[in-house]
Nanobody, 122 residues
């Protein structure tokens, strides 16, 4: 019932920007802890940004200051604004959600999108 659909990926040159979107259907986004993840070929999946228990957004050190996660509750959509992109940002990007009404504690992602590819060239 709950579905996450990412979009907005593409190919850009280093220093460019992209904004990824994740549309939540079958639920209300405000009821879920949300996060963005990425995975490059041959590498482990890594967390990019996520909600924490205090209602703030936490970022991986590698993207802090360049990426911004936000949401539009009216549109049931999560965003990842990516600026000053680097070749090492190249990866498949996924959004993910906790079960509804769960506190943003631990690692409890249950719903995942299909991913959207981001490629950054130098």
């Amino acid at each position: 019932q709950v579905q996450l659909v990412e979009s907005g990926g593409g190919s850009v040159q280093a220093g460019g920007s992209l904004r990824l979107s994740c549309v939540v259907s079958g639920s209300t986004i405000s009821r879920h802890c949300m996060g963005w993840f990425r995975q490059a070929p041959g590498k482990e999946r890594e967390g990019v940004a996520h909600n924490d228990v205090y209602g703030d957004v936490r970022y991986a050190d590698s993207v802090k200051g360049r990426f911004t996660m936000s949401k539009d509750n009216a549109k049931n959509t999560l965003y990842l604004q990516m600026n000053s992109l680097k070749p090492e940002d190249t990866a498949m990007y996924y959004c993910a959600a906790y079960p509804p009404s769960w506190r943003c504690v631990g690692d409890e992602y249950r719903y995942w999108g299909q991913g959207t590819q981001v490629t950054v060239s130098s």
